[in-house]
Nanobody
């Protein structure tokens, strides 16, 4: 199994910043994709940002220019730097990782437990 643990959520004022982290652990051959999703009460879970093994990134329109996704050198930890936070960014943020266990073993699709981000005055 591949485990993902998110951290860095909390309460912040509008205009403030938070940095979320997601660390992957376990035995795997390669992580091809990592991403952040969020879900606010009463809303569908939505894509926030993704990053691939070649460092290609993709962002939801609502966070472009404010959020930045990145990985560490080992490519097993993903970060989400969130600046200029707005109340509508309030949600539970989930980390997702997809990859391959090994050359002759199945793919994986793992999710973290989520971390709460609350933007409020």
């Amino acid at each position: 199994q591949v485990q993902l643990v998110e951290s860095g959520g909390g309460l912040v004022q509008p205009g403030g910043s938070l940095r979320l982290s997601c660390a992957a652990s376990g035995r795997f051959f390669r992580i091809n994709f990592m991403g952040w999703y969020r879900q606010a009460p009463g809303k569908q879970r939505e894509l926030v940002a993704t990053i691939t093994s070649d460092d290609s990134t993709n962002y939801a329109e609502s966070v472009k220019g404010r959020f930045t996704i990145s990985r560490d050198g080992a490519k097993s930890t993903v970060y989400l730097q969130m600046n200029s936070l707005r109340p509508e960014d309030t949600a539970v943020y989930y980390c997702n990782a997809r990859g391959i266990y090994g050359l002759r073993t199945p793919d994986f699709d793992s999710w973290g437990q989520g971390t709460q981000v609350t933007v409020s005055s």
